[in-house]
């Protein structure tokens, strides 16, 4: 089975410092691999996703993510840091299903703080 | 685009009583719709895969007969806790794949916070 691993719970950065939030993956093939952010009061957004087309990719709001296969990882950063960007941030990976789709494997979660 | 809506954002009932949470795709028709539960400052866990005009698939150790699921339409899937107790008290979250799209992609609802005194 796919799994996840956050390796923080909380990050802490001030506003305009850079952003790194780790992710290390388990997976037995080639997976999708995604980050989602979520506000309180609000549903889930999709940041990135990653489906082996470029190694890193680029998601809204100036996150990026980079999948690296030797290392099984795909942290998130962003350059600098907003107010706006404290949340919570979700690593997540695709797992295969007999169904059509495909079920959705989160991590832990880790808590973006950003202070001025 | 893609939007999903949750009514109620929040319910709070007495043990021992069903309720009814609805999960709808906005703009977009969903064959498949999935529902989630968080408790407090943990992850996301997958409950069940709704299929619409099916019956919903649980994930282990979810009991279907206390999670009842029913996806009646493309646009409209409902969770009823039945018989909830407190420690049915978490927050719910449903989300959409849509029809004919990636298989991969869900796009989620704002979620409700049941609270069960």
């Known amino acids: 089975a796919q799994s996840v691993t956050q390796l923080d719970s909380h990050v802490s950065v001030s506003e305009g410092t850079p952003v790194l939030l780790r992710c290390n993956y388990s997976s037995s093939y080639s997976p999708s691999l995604f980050w989602y952010v979520q506000h309180p009061n609000k549903g889930l957004q999709l940041l990135l996703k990653?489906?082996?087309?470029?190694?890193l990719v680029k998601g809204i709001n100036g996150f990026e993510a980079e999948f690296k296969k030797s290392e099984t990882s795909f942290h998130l950063t962003k350059p600098s840091a907003h107010m706006s960007d404290a949340a919570e941030y979700f690593c997540v990976v695709s797992d295969l299903m007999n169904t059509g789709f495909q079920k959705l494997v989160f991590g832990t979660g880790t808590r973006l703080l950003v202070s001025p | 685009g893609a939007v999903v809506s949750q009514h109620p954002s929040r319910v709070i009932c007495k043990s021992g009583t069903s309720v009814k949470i609805e999960c709808r795709s906005l703009?977009?028709?969903?064959?498949?719709m999935f529902w989630y539960r968080q408790f407090p400052k943990q992850s996301l866990m997958l409950m069940a895969t709704s299929n619409e005009g099916s019956k919903a698939t649980y994930e282990q150790g979810v009991e279907k007969d206390k999670f009842l699921i029913n996806h009646a339409s493309l646009t409209l899937s409902t969770l009823t806790v039945t018989s909830a107790h407190p420690e049915d008290s978490s927050f719910y979250i449903c989300s959409g794949g849509i029809t004919g799209g990636n298989t991969d992609t869900q796009y989620f609802g704002p979620g409700t916070r049941l609270t069960v005194l």
């Open positions: 703009d977009f028709q969903a064959t498949t």
């Open positions: 990653y489906t082996s087309a470029a190694t």
